[in-house]
């Protein structure tokens, strides 16, 4: 990026008194020893109270600008923020964090998402005692993405749970640390740490990277060494652990209901391994877990959980934050403005997204002001969030260059790493008869159908289309047709005609349950008599609902990586070799074990 309307490198030490320059890391380089905790108190003691608060909070804003944003984002922000832009939300809430989306129209291109971290920065550098800014995003890989294409795309977690090797997920952070910092994003908010035992979990399901708590901790813990590679701060989540719920906390209270012991073998697993890491922060969980304190309050506003649990029996003094203070999970039994002040109370450090930053600051301004909080309680959050900026090297090194984009994202070799960790997780379930690989020689008209889900942000989509473009440009000649993830009758009705004029079918489904019209799609393709080959293209429990099919092959995801990887395993190109790293249960008999973890069959 230019250096046009820069503070110069003197003017940011000025800013902060001089005391920046002995915090000062060289970009790319570790730090030879932590920074020195007196240095940073002494920027503390410099802030206003006013600035204090600020610092806890990580804001989302509009717009592709930290200060031009399109006038509809102005008017989004003014709505939502009282500010029309990014640098006015930062000179008057003096915030500590900026949260990117997708949907707040934050992440266009790689050298637009540079220019908007420059300009956030600037923002806050040119305030007095102006500090860094930790700039994060969701930038999970598979279903939760907020940088897409030209950016380098991995599979989600569970996928790489299922090629279990944990030189991929170091991989895979190592890589999309570099191409966030290169952007000027610093804080990611990854990995996933749940361990995912409810197969009709809503929200968490594939994002984590399995059941066997073990491997989810050997997976987490080398990704987050892949991050801190890059100099970029992951973030384990959701503490104490999200794995084992039906309900959604963005639109309801979900309770976990595992005992003491059940959680510290299962749930706590992960959380430890991150730790033992160096875990640079942990978000917590909107969700009640009565056997860690039963007082009925979300884990994210839980004295017991954060203070006496995470910090006390796990000794973690890292950054803790909030998930979005906007979800219904943490909204549900306390209004607006005590919820930030009940998670400070909490532990926490980092209140994430409010649904009024005006409202939420107020408040713990108020709260410090009659004395419920103390002002010190502020500084010992502040100096985490200090401590961090501080070893990501944002006191001396803010800013993106234009060179480090080009050669750093969506390069050749990341691409390429993202493909061959796609093909390593991919997995075979069911293979009778040798339906597939498929034979573009006998098989060559092929016919793609099934759900169409939205793409996750950024890539092409819908995977049907991605599928038989895939396909053709691997010999064969493979039409498209989109039925939705609940077929009507018409729809099926085509999808049969088109199947007689095809040679093999491939059906890819979404989330199959007892009584979705996916499973009518399915048997009636079947009884066509075309080769078929089933692909689940989210959930790999999808086989148990469709238990007729002969080839069944599961890809944990509908990014483009991942249904391209699907796409080489189905015409031969390479071998599956995944293995499933949760049990698949019978669809009529829950209580039985259909496919074990590790079950996964290869050519």
Known sequence: ????????????????????????????????????????????????????????????????SATAPDQADIDANRKELGVGTAAELIAKYRVGGIIYFTWAHNTRDPHQIAD??????????????????????????????RVGRPATLFPGAMA?????????????????????????????????????????????????????????????????????????????????????????????????????????????????AAIAAGIDSIMTAHIQFPALDDSGDPATLSHPILTGILRGELGYDGVVITDSLGMQGVRTKYGDDRVPVLALKAGVDQLLNPPSIDVAWHAVLKAVQDGELTESRLDESILRILRLKARLGLFGHPHTSRAGIERTVGTAAHLAAADRIAERGTTLLVNE??????????????????????????????????????????????????????????????????????DAVVVATYNVTADNAQRTLVSHLLATGRPLAALAVRNPYDVAQIPSVKA??????????????????????????????????????????????????TY
């Open 116 to 145: 908007l971290s420059d300009g956030i920065q600037q923002a806050s550098l040119e305030q007095p005692r102006g500090l860094p800014v930790l700039i994060s995003t969701d930038q999970e890989h598979g279903a939760v993405c």
């Open 160 to 272: 790489v749970g299922a090629a279990g090797s944990r030189s991929d997920a170091h991989t895979l952070g190592r890589i999309s640390g570099a191409e966030l910092r290169a952007m000027g994003i610093n804080q990611d908010y990854s990995p996933d740490a749940d361990v995912n035992v409810n197969p009709a979990n809503p929200i968490i399901g594939v994002r984590s990277f399995g059941a066997d708590p073990k491997a989810v901790g050997a997976l987490v813990a080398a990704e987050v060494k892949g991050y801190q590679a890059a100099r970029v701060a992951a973030t384990a989540k959701h503490f104490p652990g999200h794995g084992d719920t039906a309900v959604d906390s963005h639109t309801g209270f979900p309770v976990i209901t595992h005992s003491r012991d059940l959680w510290e073998k299962l749930d706590a697993v992960p959380f430890r």
């Open 1 to 64: 990026m230019s250096d046009t309307g820069r503070p110069s490198r003197r003017a940011v030490l000025a800013a902060t008194a001089g005391l920046t320059a002995a915090l000062t890391v060289p970009a790319g380089a570790q730090p030879a020893a932590p920074p020195d905790p007196r240095r940073l108190r002494a920027l503390i003691s410099r802030m206003t109270l006013e600035e204090k608060v600020g610092q806890l909070f990580v804001m989302r804003v509009y717009g592709h």
């Open 433 to 502: 008869d040798h339906t597939l690989p498929f034979d573009p020689r006998t098989e060559r008209r092929v016919l793609v159908v099934g759900a169409d889900p939205d793409s996750p942000s950024g890539t092409t989509g819908p995977p049907t289309g991605v599928l038989a473009a895939a396909l053709t440009e691997l010999g064969f000649t493979a039409t498209a047709l989109s039925t939705g993830t609940a077929p009507t009758a018409a729809a099926v009705a085509q999808a049969v005609t088109a199947a007689r004029d095809a």
């Open 552 to 601: 069944c092959l599961t890809s944990y995801g509908w990014t483009d990586v991942e249904v391209r990887a699907a796409a080489r395993v189905i015409a031969g190109r390479v071998a599956p070799r995944g293995r499933l790293p949760v049990p698949v249960q019978r669809a009529d008999d829950p209580t039985q074990v259909l496919y074990p973890i590790g079950h996964g069959l």
